[in-house]
């Protein structure tokens, strides 16, 4: 008989519900159970929440009209197929939807991310696979019986690392026998119990699905998020020869980032002698380069390589590469140029630039240009946000050029023997003042003509160009010693104060094959974790920007203001205003709709819309392309932070262009929401076992199975 219960609340109930068993235990009886299950043997029970997954990622565009495809695998063969429902225009797709799989010992689980974007029909069978995540049973024995929570990477269809987002899943592995004992509490079921107990199925798939679901937030309690995070960042102009085969003095060990910025680097076993000096504990996250003719041969020159500890792989995604290259004919000819490239850790985008920029004492103002051509033409997304506004943090590394201007030299290539002396003499005394009041790039820094409100750590090593190949530091006659190497940094606003800090900034003088000494710099800075993206007691979220004006805006006779952001499903334009017709100002009348694909005020809170200052222009060195004649003049930033509270804020937006000044925008926004009150109700997929997330309805539905339980208790008296 069964024994009488006190009566628990519904939060007390969802913890510690236990119904007590009897002593005698037929396990004869398990089998018969699980035959309504399932036919065949089974070895193991899986039960399995799909949560969400972050930053799923297709070439074409942000979003994703997604879902997750629920197999049971038997090599080839699939046993059991399950889908949840799909979520519409969205990165961070959210289900927190339960499963329970029955498996037997040589199955594994097929998790497939699909996409529903454009097509009408979301059977269980359709869609286009963004990528997939396998599950073996021999993993979650790893984790005991405790179950596994966590985050794991979307690989491509060969299985690789492809950094197409991360799905973040429960999983909980239950012996089939202790499952079957959770199911029907131990009770002798006779033939006539039995047979009304198979009416019943709907309930007792409920209880299944409410017992894994207590079971999962036990386990999802384990769930560790990223710490901060060290990132390494190091120039080296190679000189066109193979690296030493030691590269250690110069990469620190044991950080989370190495991101590689090469110059004259014409090694083609580059990336493979950066695994070799890091080990076995990074992945490759991408590379991309800048090819170049000489003598007639295709030559790899300027590179950019990046790695992560493979303990961050889940969480990394959506990777970036671009190119802008400089010089003549709008980069065909020379050597010279930037590459780049970003991606997302957690929620965190970093990007990150490697440049060689003009050559020659005299030519600072050719290589500020350099930099404002490469800021604005290097692109990250599908949506062509710059490398500055698309990113938290940017940091920027090269052979840079600049040079010292000391004595009177000028413009002169070579310094005299007497001035050269006088230099390196500083330097051998360690002082390093008077050189670096010379330095270029620190005066047109200052002078607001280059890397505009970027930062770089005090320069407290000596200069790293002209050596001598194959000494320590012996600098050569025909050039003054500068510090053409370099390593700056610059942040989103919102995530500047207390998210990144140097650690160290120095040169590696022990590597001896290049007339440059390689330099690096390494920051420390906080994982951004941005909270769910859907908000179930509210609709459609939409940012209404009204009452914009600008002012010292670059001139364009069809100037229009794009609202926009990774997590905006299309973008909202303003109507033209002929800016060049009023010096540059400009007031845009009516409102701005830009419709959000999160809801979430606390996922808002950590977000920032684009403002892009578009126009009908052929200036292509300096603004990028959208189509139709029309380009990016400059861009900026508004950050949502204090506007989740629905009141009306007020923006004031100083716009960039190449990464130097180029007007503000200024106005009103605010964010409203449809509330619906009510959570949203979805249809299960038929092949789907309910789900165990509202508690209230499956309580109630519980105590009616106890009921029956207890009837069919009584009849087999």
Known sequence: MMQEEEPLGLDTAITDYRIPRLAKIDKGIFSRIWSY???NDIDYVIHIRIKMARHLFTRKDYYTDACVRIKVMTGHKCSQTYMTKVVRQSQYPTWNEDFSLTMKEEDYIL???????GLTSTNVSGGIVIGHVTITLESLRDYGFEGRSGPYPILDKAGKDGFLGTLYCTTLMVSADEHSHDLVQGLELSKMARTELQPNYTLLQKRATLLSAIKMQESERKETKLKKLTVWCGSWNCGEVPPPDDMKPWVKEGHDIYVFGAQENTYAKWAGALQETLGDDYALVGETNINYLKNGK???YTKITAFIKKQHVAYTSNVFCDEKKTGGLNGAIGNKGGVAISFTVQDLVLGFVNSHLAAHQPKAKRRNKDVKDILGGVKFGPWQGDAIHNCHHVFYMGDLNYRVDYGDQGDEESPSPEQH???????SEGNLDPLLKGDQLLREKKEGCVFYNWKEGDIKFRPTFK???????TYNIKRSPAWCDRVLYRSNPQHEKNNIRLLEYDSCEQLLTSDHKPVYALFKVAPLDIASATDSQRGQCSILFY????KGMIENKHSVLKFNASFIQKSADSSPYDTKRNEGNGRWAGEVCAVSSYNSPEALRSLHIVVSHTGETSITDVASKLGNNVHIIAQGLVS??????GEEQSFNTPLLSGGLPAGIVSGKFKIQWIFTGTHHDRKSNLSHIPRGTDFEQDFDELKQTDLIIGQMERATE
């Open 37 to 39: 299950f399932n036919s």
């Open 111 to 117: 998790l497939e991310v699909v996409n529903f974007a």
């Open 298 to 300: 295709n030559l790899v």
């Open 421 to 427: 002396a006088e230099m390196v003499g500083l330097v």
């Open 467 to 473: 050596v001598k190949v194959g000494e320590d530091l």
């Open 547 to 550: 009452d914009i004006y600008g």
């Open 640 to 645: 949502l932070k204090h506007a989740v509270g």
